[in-house]
Each structure stands twice: as structure tokens, then as C-alpha cells.
């Protein structure tokens, strides 16, 4: 059988991808062939800096892609001058970030695979006031209007209604249509990638889902947008407090839990699985994976990091 390659942009050149990369990389046991973006610079410098013996193969993209060696990393190169191994982010790195995406994208509109990756992405420096994230980013480069960022655990995956929003202006996304597409999406999601329909729960904004404002976003929005998506027969339950809804007997009930802000799901979540989970956007053309944590440049060099993540999201393509 053929495996559709797993194409992975390496991201910001310094953070811990090579590092977590390379320790996943060691032990390769996968069934697809990887595609590497990358700097074969950086790469090369921090194989021999990590004492890996692992081999690279270069990819001319300007010639057709046919076969596809397993056992290596097969690099689509990206010029970056870097004479340090570990340098600090800054916007130096942008137009090899965006040079990477392009050619990602590229090659993901030829069809060669439908199986994405994308490493650590400084939010402030590259995507800067342009897009909340890069799930905000890939949706307006494929031209993808409805998108839901997953946190994904087999026991438990959970989404964020609004990502990353300043607090003071999440209230003003919260809408009965945004509610309404983000479960439609998610729903999809879930019998297409994993031939089952999903429990989905789905949490308030307020505390206990009350509060001494005027305007009650709980009555007024989240519970008529449960009862119209009940009744057109989704599997969806709430509104839920916050503070109660990952307790163990009420999360085992569900397969995903939507809450209406970034913190109110990730806080909880990554408490439970740490580093085993991982960031899906559903409602693109393919499907995007990411490992759930940033670049780290504190860790650079130090070979501490730990690499479950972008090690759950290789697995999670692997097929």
C-alpha cells in the first residue's frame, strides 16, 4: 500500500521544532514518507549538533514528485542566512516563513498529499496584528470562510468558540451563528475522520452560566443555538459551567467540549494530557496538524524539550 506523504513546514527557525523533529525522527517506524520544508542549514547543523545520524534527501519541487524515500528526511530546502545555530526570534525569519507556507500550500493544491504539519509559529513576530493564529491564517490563504481549531486527545478533545482574542473582545464574537457553524464543523469533522457521530458539549460564558448583567449571553445566545442544533438532530448537550464540565464523571460523557474562549478549554485540557494532544484545524481543504505548544526559545540547545506532541501529530497522519 502507499502512503500519501506527511509535508511538514518546519515553522520558526528558532524554537524547538529540530529538536523535538529529529528526536521523533530517530526512531522512525512510520508508514508514510516525510516531506521536510526547512533550512537544510539549519538542519544540517543541528543533526551534527545533536549527534543524530539521520539522512537527507533534497527534493527539487520544480520537478515532478514521484517517489518518495520512507527512510529519510526528504527536505524541500528554503534559503535562510543564519550564522548562529540558536539565534532569537524576530522578524528577520518572516519571508522564510512565508516562502515555507507558500510552497506548502503549493504542493498541497497539487494534490501530492492532503496531510499537513506545521511547527511552532511566533504569534507576535509573524503573524504580528494580521491574523489571531494560523488557523486563522491557512482559512484565508485556502480561502476557507467556516474553521474550528481542535485540541485533540483521544479521550478528550476540546475547541475554542473565539482563539486568541484579547478577553475584553470575546463577548462581541460570541454569536448564534458563529456557535452554530463552529458545531456543523466539528460534527463533519468527526464522522468524516473518525466514522462516528460526536457527543459534544458545549460550556457558558459566565460563571455557573449566570451573571448580574443586563444581557445574559447564556440565555440570550448559547441555549437557543443548543435547542435549534438539537433539533436538527446533532448530538450536542449545555450550556455547561466551566468549572464543572472537566470534572472526570461529566467529561467521559463527551467527545469534545466547545467553550466559548482559548483559556476556558486549553487551561483544563493541557492540565489533563500535558503534552498528548495536539491542535487540528478542521474545515480546510486538507488536514492541518500542529503540535500544541509554541516556539520555546528559552529551550533552545538544551535537548530537554519534550517531543510527544509533534510525535502524536506524525501518528495521528500516519495512515
Known sequence: MNFKPILIVAGEPNSIFFEIF???????????????????????????????????EELDIK????????????LVNVEYDQDKIFDKISKKSNTYIKKSFEIALDILKKKITNKFINGPISKKSFLKKNYLGITEYLAKKTNSKN???????????????????????ITKKITKLEIINKV???????RKFFKKKPKIAITGL?????????????????????????K???????????????L??????FDIVIGMYHDQVLTPVKTLFEYDA??????????RVSPDHGPNEQMLGKNTSNHLSILRSIQFLDF
Open 22 to 56: 529529529l528526536k521523533t525522527f530517530k526512531n522512525n517506524t512510520f508508514k508514510s514518507p516525510i516531506i521536510l520544508i526547512a533550512s537544510k542549514k539549519i538542519l544540517e547543523k543541528q543533526i551534527v549538533y545533536f549527534k543524530y545520524k539521520i539522512k537527507i
Open 63 to 74: 520537478k515532478e514528485i514521484k517517489k518518495i524515500n520512507s527512510n529519510v528526511i526528504n
Open 147 to 169: 474553521v474550528a481549531m481542535i485540541i485533540y486527545n483521544k479521550s478528550l478533545s476540546v475547541s475554542p468558540l473565539t482563539t486568541h482574542l484579547p478577553v475584553k473582545q
Open 184 to 190: 456543523k464543523i466539528i460534527d463533519l469533522f468527526w
Open 206 to 230: 459566565n460563571p455557573h452560566c449566570e451573571t448580574t448583567d443586563i444581557f445574559n449571553e447564556d440565555e440570550r445566545i448559547i441555549k437557543p443555538s443548543i435547542e435549534f442544533l438539537k
Open 232 to 246: 436538527n438532530k446533532y448530538n450536542i448537550f449545555g450550556p455547561f459551567p466551566a468549572d464543572t464540565i472537566f
Open 248 to 253: 472526570k464523571n461529566n467529561r467521559k460523557k
Open 278 to 287: 495536539i491542535n487540528i484545524t478542521a474545515g480546510l481543504p486538507f488536514i
